[in-house]
């Protein structure tokens, strides 16, 4: 069990943790193509457990490695902008008319290219195990819970689609914006 503890190791204990957050994230997909939008919610926010986790782990046990900074970005790819753009997408849009399908297609394009290049941008200036006091610009996790309060006031509060859309777009901008949110 001495790769769970070993820098080197693709499976060391703080990347099993990322992986959990994938695992999360794809079964969260699927239950949103199955309109369970609920589970899929519970399952995402399972993920951000680990995506709190891994970074705790890999700092406590001096885990960081360039494997583990990509396999991250993967998992904030799949479970914090994917995912969430998809859930918006399945159940605010699906039934919408066929401009209203190709408005909410593009603005879903435009937040995942939003969320990837805010991904690859924090990859680029990244050095392993460092911690910035600050963040530039909204991170995905947080631009997903964001998503998800969007959700909640399509679902509770009757925000229109075009509210929705909106709020999609303004909040894929402050992904790569020049706000300043503190690091945990």
Sequence with gaps: MHFLYNAKSHYN?????????????????????????????????????????????????????????????????????????????????????????????????YYVISGLRRLIQFNIEADPGEVDKYFTGVPTPVGAILLWLVYLAFVYLNLPPFGVLALMLTIGYLLNSNVKVPHP
């Excluded at 918006?88 to 593009?106: K, P, Q, R, T, Y």
């Design 13 to 109: 204990l703080a990347n099993l943790i990322t992986m959990g957050n994938i695992s999360f994230g794809m079964m969260a997909i699927y239950f949103t193509t199955q309109h369970n939008f609920v589970l899929a919610i519970v399952l995402a926010w399972m993920g951000g457990v680990c995506d709190i986790f891994d970074g705790k782990m890999a700092r406590k046990h001096n885990l960081s490695n360039e494997f583990g900074v990509q396999l991250d970005s993967f998992a904030d790819f799949l479970s914090f902008v994917l995912m969430p753009t998809f859930l918006i997408f399945e159940a605010v849009f699906d039934s919408g008319s066929n401009l209203m399908l190709i408005l909410a297609g593009a603005g879903s394009i």
